[in-house]
Nanobody, 119 residues
Framework: QVRFVESGGGWVQPGGSLRLSCLMSGIEFSLYQVAWYRQAPGYERELVASAFPNDHTNYADFAKGRFTISRIGARNTVYLQLNRLNAADAAVYYC?????????????WGPGTQVTVSS
């Protein structure tokens, strides 16, 4: 059974940092491009960063230079280091494959982890 469980979110002041983690079980982790997405209230979910099985990475423009994605195959885990956070980064952050995992014709999403940025 596929299960993605995100953790590590919380409240941080502008300029602060967080490290998000995601355990991705039920998939052949080493075969897939994995990614972090985020969704803020009133906005569509957007791709933040992705990591290929060969560790090549891609970032959305807003993430370049501030966020770092990494993956540990032995742990089926993907991380997202968030630095220099600002109010625009506040959102629920989700991990998934890229493109998102499909189950019975629908995209599967875990619960996500909330990131709040405020002073």
């Amino acid at each position: 059974q596929v299960r993605f469980v995100e953790s590590g979110g919380g409240w941080v002041q502008p300029g602060g940092s967080l490290r998000l983690s995601c355990l991705m079980s039920g998939i052949e982790f080493s075969l897939y491009q994995v990614a972090w997405y985020r969704q803020a209230p009133g906005y569509e979910r957007e791709l933040v960063a992705s990591a290929f099985p060969n560790d090549h990475t891609n970032y959305a423009d807003f993430a370049k230079g501030r966020f770092t994605i990494s993956r540990i195959g032995a742990r089926n885990t993907v991380y997202l280091q968030l630095n220099r956070l600002n109010a625009a980064d506040a959102a629920v952050y989700y991990c998934n494959t890229n493109p998102p995992w499909m189950t019975a014709g629908d995209e599967y999403w875990g619960p996500g982890t909330q990131v709040t940025v405020s002073s």
